[in-house]
């Protein structure tokens, strides 16, 4: 028993943290699995932009999946997908009125992609995925990663939009006044060159850490 019991432990550690770390490489919602598109695109001329889009998203998927899981067997399996959109519209609503009242340059720089995030095809499949067949610590652990590097990956795109478009970073000059910017990057078809690119990069990367199989 005293061995087995650590064991056990362990076990459940190592798996919780397999969880949490699985969104930001193998599954990671922005540069693997390409979803949130919209706010992604449209928020990232700058890092504080990006991490309040990811926070604010992050908060709507925790608690969401968190709800959903506890909730998911008196749910009539007919009717989940409203259910859940209401739950998932609930919590946007509270983070979307938050923000108003006590971040108004944020929520005014985010404009209508904070009500967006009601239809953010990341947490309705997260819900459908995962939470709405598993328990809730695990739906937490889950939802929690995806949240942080949903707002990793847009906090990365933020930096890089931000300090080519702008010669800045969170607001404090870079690269001095003879920078000239290039505006390109924070307007839409920045937007798309830069993800692009990091894609590109992330999934190299990705391919270059998969063990090669010798045949014998």
């Not at 720089?109 to 309705?124: D, K, R």
Request: aromatic share 6%; charged share 10%.
């Amino acid at each position: 028993m005293t061995d087995t019991a650590p064991s056990v432990h362990k076990r459940q550690g190592t798996s919780i943290l397999t969880e949490f770390t699985k969104a930001f490489v193998k599954e990671n919602p922005v540069f693997v699995q390409v979803l949130g598109m919209c706010p992604t695109l449209a928020v990232t001329t700058s890092v504080v932009n990006g991490m309040g889009m990811g926070l604010a998203t992050m908060f709507v998927i925790v608690l969401s999946a968190v709800v959903a899981s506890a909730v998911k067997r008196i749910v009539p399996d007919q009717v989940r997908i409203p259910v859940y959109t209401v739950i998932i519209a609930t919590f946007v609503t509270l983070v979307d009125l938050f923000m108003r009242a006590y971040i108004p340059p944020l929520s005014k720089a985010l404009g209508p992609y904070v009500p967006l995030i009601v239809v953010n095809c990341i947490i309705m499949g997260r819900i459908e995925v995962f939470a709405s067949k598993k328990a809730v610590l695990p739906s937490l652990v889950d939802a929690t990663g995806m949240g942080a590097a949903f707002t990793v990956s847009l906090m990365i795109l933020g930096a890089v939009r931000e300090l080519l478009g702008n010669g800045s970073l969170l607001g404090i000059d870079v690269f001095g006044a003879g920078y000239p910017p290039m505006i390109v990057m924070i307007l839409p078809p920045g937007a798309f060159l830069t993800l692009g690119i990091l894609m590109a990069g992330f999934n190299a990367a990705r391919q270059r850490r998969r063990p090669v199989l010798v045949e014998g």
